[in-house]
């Protein structure tokens, strides 16, 4: 079984910025997709970002474009462990941050995006910008 643990959520003033981390266990994530969904009320889960192995020191990684720029996921998989730093915040950056993974290889970008495709998940944390 895995678990994911989301932590570093909070309260920030708009411009300012956080890192998110999810740490894993139960089996190590180095050539599964990590990715980070967020959902804000009264809204769908949307996809935030997603990264995956693809040899060597290289990772791939999208990115929604509300958030293309100002947040970057990375990972540690010495720790098990994948980041979202996110800086630049904007108020509606408000909501429910998630993070997921998924023990398969994602081949496309609509695949990286898909919640579907993505077999465990965190309980979520909370990050809330002020204007």
């Known amino acids: 079984q895995v678990q994911l643990a989301e932590s570093g959520g909070g309260l920030v003033q708009a411009g300012g910025s956080l890192r998110l981390s999810c740490a894993a266990s139960g089996r190590t994530f180095s050539s599964a997709a990590m990715g980070w969904f967020r959902q804000a009320p009264g809204k769908e889960r949307e996809f935030v970002t997603a990264?995956?192995?693809?040899?060597?020191?290289?990772?791939?990684?999208y990115y929604a474009d509300s958030v293309k720029g100002r947040f970057t996921i990375s990972r540690d998989d010495a720790k098990n462990t994948v980041y979202l730093q996110m800086n630049s915040l904007k108020p509606e950056d408000t909501a429910i941050y998630y993070c997921?993974?998924?023990?398969?290889?994602?081949?496309?970008?609509?695949?990286?995006?898909?919640?579907?495709?993505?077999?465990?998940w965190g309980q979520g944390t909370q990050v809330t910008v002020s204007s």
């Open positions: 990264t995956t192995w693809t040899g060597g020191i290289t990772y791939l990684a």
């Open positions: 997921a993974g998924s023990p398969r290889r994602l081949y496309s970008r609509l695949e990286y995006e898909s919640p579907y495709e993505y077999d465990y």
